[in-house]
């Protein structure tokens, strides 16, 4: 008999026990009714995924190809030694298998440095700033640029449940209302035509699915946590949340209900551009944002003379 695989844990029996093609077929319908019910994207539409290496991409990717969308791949690397490497392998394994064209781009070549070396020019001015909060901005602004650049109509990214739950509780805790309202299936969605739509798939689906969906796929993805991520104030709600539901279970789900109860009623009293802020051009990059500056460039002001010196030398090797 087949050993149980106890590397995923769902909290659902009856989703648990499922055999692996009902699984599969559970999963795949849950992500259809998602398009659907939030009108994520349709068959007409140029669709960008923003893929890295991990489980949650390589599973939105796969399921998209499945149900027929017309797609490209893209990927930004953030030159993290080892850890992005191994997922850069992964990633052309996958789109080569799936059929999909991958459009690689890096922070040395779109930035003029990786990562590790962004956080060092910080510390040198003396700014402390956790590594995936300006991992993140980084990839938002590179990817936003490209997919309108390359004319695509929406850019699918691999966030699912958890993550929405986690980031929801995170903006409750900064008191952040301008942000949780911007969550959603779809996000950034603001009137501008520089902003290209962000859509989330596997909005309804929990972390364990996507890795036993992963695992039954046998797809070649990067389990491991990168090593920049261990500082990350994230983490830390991640454990809190994963310990609580540990005890209550669903209590994710109820996070995410409560969000979009939250937004029905707002919409309903109030117009959407009124709830989500009004949108303008950055002064300085003319990237869509909230205020005068960008948060890229508001960031970046005090290390962009050193960044551009890199990217210099690195266009001349
Ligand atoms: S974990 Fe953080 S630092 Fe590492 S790739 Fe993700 S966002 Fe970037
Ligand atoms: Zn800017």
Do not use: W
């Not at 599973?59 to 490209?72: A, F, Q, R, T």
């Amino acid at each position: 008999m087949a050993k149980k695989d106890t590397s995923y844990n769902i909290k659902d029996k009856k989703i648990a026990n499922l055999p692996a093609n009902r699984f599969i077929f559970y999963v795949e319908r849950k992500v259809r009714k998602t398009i659907k019910d939030y009108q994520l994207f349709s068959r007409k539409d140029k669709i960008l995924v923003a893929v890295s290496g991990g489980k949650d991409s390589t599973v939105v990717l796969h399921i998209l190809k499945k149900l027929g969308y017309d797609l490209e791949a893209t990927t930004i690397d953030p030159c993290i030694g080892d850890y992005t490497k191994t997922n850069l392998k992964n990633i052309k394994k996958v789109c080569e298998t799936e059929k999909v064209k991958l459009h690689i781009l890096s922070f040395k070549d779109e930035i003029g440095a990786g990562l590790p070396e962004i956080i060092k020019l910080f510390k040198k001015k003396n700014k402390e700033y956790a590594s995936c909060l300006i991992c993140g901005i980084l990839k938002r602004y590179i990817l936003n640029k490209f997919a309108r650049e390359q004319k695509h109509d929406c850019l699918v990214t691999g966030h699912n449940l958890d993550d929405e739950a986690q980031a929801f509780v995170m903006n409750v805790f900064r008191n952040d209302i301008d942000r949780a309202l911007r969550q959603g299936p779809i996000s950034g969605v603001m009137c501008s035509s520089k902003f290209v739509k962000r859509v989330k798939p596997l909005y309804n689906i929990n972390e364990q699915e996507i890795i036993r969906y992963a695992k039954i796929m046998k797809f070649p993805v990067n389990f491991g946590i990168c090593p920049l991520s261990a500082i990350a104030y994230r983490r830390e709600f991640l454990n809190f949340l994963n310990e609580f539901e540990e005890k209550h279970p669903s209590v994710k789900y109820n996070i995410i209900n409560f969000h979009k109860n939250m937004i029905k009623t707002i919409n309903n009293t109030k117009d959407q551009a009124k709830v989500q802020g009004k949108i303008a051009l950055c002064k300085k990059c003319g990237e869509p944002t909230s205020g005068k500056i960008c948060r890229t460039c508001e960031i970046f002001e005090s290390i962009q003379k050193d960044l551009d010196k890199e990217l210099k030398k690195n266009l001349k090797k």
